[in-house]
């Protein structure tokens, strides 16, 4: 590729993109840097996407460039995504914004990016202030998460909330599920949550049904940067080489999945792929693996769908699933359906 040559109409270069622009610049743009508070390389402040009040919901780490939201939305990403977000266009719409806004037709104005570095400094560790309805994992930082150095071993396998959603005692059982009635996830359905290399790092808890108002369906442990790991993919990595490998969004899409007999699925704990996701699935597919995309019926999931197809399809043979008419989610699948849609 000449990065030289100016920009045609359309031709984006993503990675430049990301590289030269920085979340401060475009917050700045949206006048956000006013109402937001800073700490370090942190930002927090109440969420433009949805709108939120909550004055914490929102974070974005100048130093990884990217944002999360741990409000409603759950948003997150990287300068593009959010901008795409923000003006509800494409990913390579808001690519070419991007670059029309700071870029200066294609030239990367590296002297602000640098600016915005310079300034950067690292406080003692000091989390910022969350909600404490919230999950408080911080994915805006990138540091890999710990193995535990305990287990739950008292979780109730038999709950109904997981018969309810449709699992067997087998998937149950695979994926360690149960509910839990002490300690941080008392009252929520046990999730555990492996790294690549199949140690323990966290417990996502389900709240089993509807949660009530105010209160998110999900809890993760605080510390704990969901961004760095990608679900199920110690065990989709021991299935056969030469299949692809599903990526889905939810942990119950992938138990789904699993029982409708696809065991080489993982899921991103969310519609939009991390920085760290992208270096993870790279890393294990390159340079012959292949990927099939199957995202919720929704807009997050069409986003995050396009947005994967963007960041790897470039690198692997990428297939983007569609679930039929109707359905909202790969989990809400009858098991011989779901074969079918591969088909
Ligand atoms: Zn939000």
């Not at 359905?189 to 049904?209: E, M, T």
């Amino acid at each position: 590729m000449n990065t030289d040559q100016a920009p045609s109409a359309g031709f984006v270069d993503f990675k430049k993109v990301k590289s030269s622009v920085g979340m401060l610049q475009v917050l700045d743009r949206y006048k956000l840097t006013e109402t937001f508070k800073r700490n370090g390389d942190r930002l927090s402040g109440p969420c433009p996407i949805h709108k939120g009040k909550n004055p914490t919901a929102f974070r974005v780490s100048l130093d990884k460039n990217c944002f999360n939201c741990f409000g409603s939305c759950g948003r997150g990403g990287n300068v593009i995504d959010f901008v795409a977000l923000m003006e509800e266009v494409d990913f390579r719409k808001a690519a070419l914004l991007l670059q029309e806004w700071f870029m200066d037709g294609g030239v990367p104005d590296d002297t602000k990016r640098a600016e915005q570095r310079a300034t950067k400094a690292r406080p003692p560790e000091q989390p910022a202030p969350a909600a404490d309805h919230e999950p408080v994992a911080s994915d805006a930082d990138g540091s890999a998460n710990p193995p535990l150095t305990f287990e739950l071993k008292t979780l109730d396998a038999t709950h109904r909330y997981l018969e309810e959603r449709g699992l067997n005692p087998e998937a149950i059982e695979r994926f360690g599920l149960g509910y839990c009635n002490r300690g941080m996830l008392r009252g929520h359905i046990a999730i555990p949550i492996h790294n690549r290399d199949g140690q323990l790092v966290a417990y996502a808890g389900r709240w089993p049904g509807e949660p009530p108002e105010g209160n998110s369906k999900y809890k993760f442990p605080k510390g704990f940067h969901k961004s760095m790991e990608i679900f199920n993919l110690h065990r989709a990595l021991q299935e056969e080489e030469a299949l692809p490998l599903v990526i889905v969004e939810g942990f119950f899409d992938c138990f789904a999945l699993w029982q409708a007999g696809i065991a080489k699925c993982v899921a991103l704990m969310g519609s939009s792929i991390s920085a760290e996701q992208e270096r993870l699935l790279c890393e294990v597919l390159a340079p012959d693996g292949s990927i099939e995309i199957l995202f919720d019926n929704d807009e997050a999931g069409t986003h995050g769908a396009d947005q994967l197809l963007d960041r790897l399809g470039p690198i692997v043979t990428t297939r983007i699933i569609h679930l039929p008419e109707g359905i909202r989610q790969p989990d809400d699948l009858h098991p011989d359906d779901i074969a079918e849609v591969f088909a």
